[in-house]
């Protein structure tokens, strides 16, 4: 997986509350078997008319919007299905990063199994940094996830938390299998105990 | 002593393997469903580091979203391609790498949420995942059961244990008793209402009070279906003698002395007296209505009585999205629900695809005619559910009113496959969500129980099931 460290970019505003996994990539992209190429789909129905044309109000087909690689978004970001196209559409389209008051559960998990920093922070924070990114691209917000900051395009900076260890494996690039593995042993001595406890299972 | 523990906490316990300092667990899944659609890219993970599933015994994989319902299926050819290649990939990886398997031909195939349950392959206190985010279905058991993305799709595979913080503690409880006419999906649809469908984000919800007491098993997982709509990542209920008596004789069930065992430990499960709760939610069942959704989010829910909200009811940015949503759905602010008039009715659903879904729906039925014009079907959750509903002559009630009398699959619910609304067609649907696009593009839906959506099917607009229901039922 790839690094996530410090990251400066464009910022789109998306002010809607729950948009919902649907919205980020419609199901008629889930049948593909492939994890890549999805970013041309991100946002499908609200990005463009049933002819395929771009629709030219929705934030990332204006011109400043194109190079986006954080979206700043309402509350109850990725709600609805576990399905991972949608991190995987919002990975291929080159964001990186998202901030919100809130996120659904599921798909706050696999943002970071794909290399994106999903931030929560209070909704102040998140309407000035809303504010910042409606300046297009001449404004350039940056994220520190080692220092645990965003900053404005005026050096306004906000601190965020996040999970020590999905820190760690964010800024390193860890495969989770791979880690998981390490604890094999563990594995093997809970199915050994459990074929004694509970024999049922 | 050790400290009083929720239910949630017990099974939580009970399949930690390993736990870092900062309390990060490794934790071990009894049960792993796959379907088509979340698990192609978790297998060619394994393939391409040339890993093999872990424990294929307890992996379990059946099609449901792709496949066609209707009748012609039997060819064993499906039109769409891209749907083709997911259901034949399942095919071969089920295959290829051992695991257990429903193919379409076969009469056990359905929704993986329905074949779990009803194969005994849920069990309480267990844990089961999905790649799909419905799998708080399961919950209704006393099992911790959640969906989870692709990349954890290939971890169970590989390590059959996943990697997880413990959520917070949540109750919902029910009081009292149910009206007449009010079922466990209004009861579910409630509790998003009150709680908002970021409500239970970060928490494990456990459902409790009378109301779920005195509900079936099916009721119970349609309730547990809809945690994560209400942001939860599980719902639990509390195994007891519904429970057992549900999973008894079930073909991967324990048997004879197993089972005994295993109830001895089921019995166990409960959450200690003085348990602590981070969040508690409370509704009393006789303040719950027949519901309907208005808007594009589950939480866009009022009882049938109600009329469309304004938007400039709401608050923060949720003024914007309702004006979005009447919008998308063609609503004025004021309008009576009542006076919504329906195109489609849904009748199936890893919600509401049970035996009792169908019974409810043709208990309405009974005698009745859809409305002219109206597109109707139903669709069981699993071929054992169609077979017994046929076999208890709903299937011909169904029929004689107007409705398709589905194979089964998630349909609609998704519209992955052929079934799916049309630019501006409204559905009544039993779904479970009624996001923008949900059931096909710019489609509308209507998030009902089935006896509200027998009723509307019937009347041609969202109507409160209670007039049509006959005297005795009603009293």
């Known amino acids: ?201 | 002593m050790t400290a009083p523990k929720t239910l949630y906490d017990k099974i939580w316990d009970a399949h930690v393997t390993h736990e870092q300092e900062d309390g990060t667990c490794l934790l071990y899944i009894d049960r792993h469903l796959v379907h088509e659609v979340t698990s192609p890219q978790a297998f060619e993970g394994l393939r391409m580091a040339g890993r093999k599933v872990r424990a294929p015994e307890k992996t379990i994989a059946v099609p449901d979203h792709n496949v066609p319902t209707t009748l012609d299926r039997v060819s064993g050819v499906i039109a769409n391609e891209e749907s083709r290649i997911q259901v034949d990939a399942l095919d071969k990886n089920a295959k290829e790498f051992g695991v257990n398997y429903y193919p379409v031909s076969d009469i056990r195939q359905g929704i993986v949420h329905i074949v779990g349950p009803e194969q005994g392959w849920t069990l309480p206190g267990m844990t089961v995942v999905c790649g799909d985010s419905h799998t708080a279905t399961h919950g209704a058991f006393g099992a911790l059961a959640h969906g989870i993305g692709t990349s954890e799709v290939e971890h169970v595979l590989a390590t059959q244990t996943l990697i997880q913080k413990k959520s917070k503690n949540m109750k919902v409880e029910i009081t009292g008793k149910l009206k007449p006419g009010v079922t466990p999906k209004d009861v579910t649809l409630a509790i998003i209402g009150a709680t908002g469908t970021a409500g239970g984000t970060g928490y494990v919800i456990e459902y409790c009070g009378q109301v779920i007491r005195d509900m079936s098993m099916e009721g119970r997982m349609t309730v547990c279906n809809m945690a994560i709509e209400g942001g939860a990542r599980a719902g639990l209920i509390a195994p007891d003698e519904t429970t057992f008596e549900y999973v008894k004789g079930r073909p991967h069930a324990p048997k004879g002395a197993q089972f005994e065992a295993a109830l001895n430990w089921w019995k166990t499960l409960y959450t200690d007296e003085g348990a602590h709760f981070d969040k508690v939610v409370t509704l009393r069942g006789e303040d719950i209505e027949p519901v309907v959704t208005w808007g594009t989010s589950p939480e866009d829910v009022l009882p049938i009585s109600s009329v469309v909200p304004d938007p400039e009811s709401f608050k923060g940015g949720k003024v914007e999205a309702a004006k979005r949503a009447l919008d998308y759905m063609g609503l004025k602010a004021g309008q009576k629900l009542t006076d919504i008039q329906i195109d489609t009715v849904f009748i199936g659903s890893c919600t509401n695809g049970r035996i009792e879904d169908l019974r409810a729906a043709a208990e309405i039925l009974k005698g009745k005619k859809i409305k002219d014009g109206m597109r109707a079907m139903v669709v069981p959750g699993s071929g054992l559910v169609r077979a017994q509903a046929e076999e208890e002559g709903l299937a011909d009630i169904f029929k004689e009113a107007g409705f398709e009398w589905r194979l089964a699959g998630c349909s609609m619910c998704l519209a992955m496959n052929p079934d799916q609304l049309s630019e501006g067609e409204r559905c009544a649907s039993t779904s479970n969500r009624n996001f923008e696009g949900r059931q096909g593009y710019k489609g509308r839906t209507h998030l009902v129980s089935p006896a509200m959506a027998a009723a509307a099917a019937v009347t041609g607009h969202l109507t409160d099931v209670r007039e049509l229901m006959s005297e005795t039922e009603n009293a």
């Open chain 1, 1 to 201: 997986m790839e690094k996530f460290e410090k990251l400066t970019g464009i910022a789109a505003p998306m002010p809607l509350v729950n948009i919902d996994t649907d919205m980020i990539i419609p199901k008629v992209f889930l049948k593909t078997i492939k994890r890549s190429g999805l970013g041309v789909n991100l946002f499908d129905e609200m990005r463009y008319d049933r002819q395929g044309n771009e629709i030219p109000d929705f934030v990332l087909n204006k011109p400043q919007y194109r190079d986006t690689q954080i979206l700043v978004a309402g509350d109850n970001f990725g709600c609805g299905s576990s399905r991972e196209h949608a991190p995987w559409a919002i990975a291929d389209f080159g964001i990186k990063c998202v901030i919100s008051t809130s996120f659904a559960d599921i798909f706050y998990n696999n943002c970071f199994k794909n290399g994106i920093l999903p931030i929560v922070l209070p909704q102040e924070a998140v309407d000035v940094l809303m504010k910042d990114a409606e300046k297009g691209s001449n404004a350039r917000m940056t994220v520190d996830l080692e220092n645990q900051t965003v900053t404005t395009s005026d050096g306004e900076e906000f601190h965020f938390e996040v999970d020590a260890f999905k820190k760690h494996c964010l800024l390193e690039g860890l495969d989770d299998i791979g880690l998981t593995m390490a604890h094999v042993k563990d594995i093997d001595a809970y199915e050994a105990r459990m074929a004694q406890e509970r024999p049922w299972v």
